[in-house]
């Protein structure tokens, strides 16, 4: 008898674009640390972003939220693609979003001009 509700084992289907800054951070690991925090108003559907800011410990984000231009583009995209981490490595700071399914999927050209401005804050920093 088979199982009317198998459990998914493998490769499930989600997907995540990195874009890699190559930096050295050094000892300032935690200047590069920041996150969007989206605020909203509306429910389910019908939610829209209200103000974007930047939290994180160091310099970084505190440039981010100075760029009012870069907070009104992230204002216009959808929950999912404004919810940006910019996370430092040893050799490279990575800017990523959240996972998407293969449908959701993809790099819009504002959502790229978004990444590359943070990518320019980043090389500034």
């Known amino acids: 008898m088979q199982d009317p509700n198998p459990i998914p084992w493998g490769a499930l289907d989600r997907f995540q674009a990195h874009f890699i800054v190559r930096k050295k951070t050094g000892s300032g690991f935690g200047n590069y640390i920041a996150k969007t925090k989206?605020?909203?108003?509306?429910?389910?559907?019908?939610?829209?972003?209200?103000?974007?800011?930047?939290?994180?410990s160091g310099s970084l984000a505190s440039k981010l939220n100075e760029d009012?231009?870069?907070?009104?583009?992230?204002?216009?995209q959808s929950i999912g693609a404004a919810t940006i981490y910019v996370e430092p490595t040893e050799v490279a700071i990575r800017i990523r979003s959240k996972w998407d399914n293969h449908i959701a999927f993809?790099?819009?050209?504002?959502?790229?001009?978004?990444?590359?401005?943070i990518a320019?804050?980043?090389k500034s920093v």
Do not use: C, M, P
Request: no cysteine.
């Open 120 to 122: 320019h804050h980043i």
């Open 106 to 117: 993809g790099i819009t050209k504002e959502l790229f001009e978004i990444y590359d401005r």
């Open 68 to 76: 009012n231009e870069l907070n009104e583009l992230i204002a216009k």
């Open 38 to 56: 989206l605020s909203t108003k509306g429910h389910f559907a019908a939610k829209t972003i209200v103000k974007v800011q930047w939290i994180g």
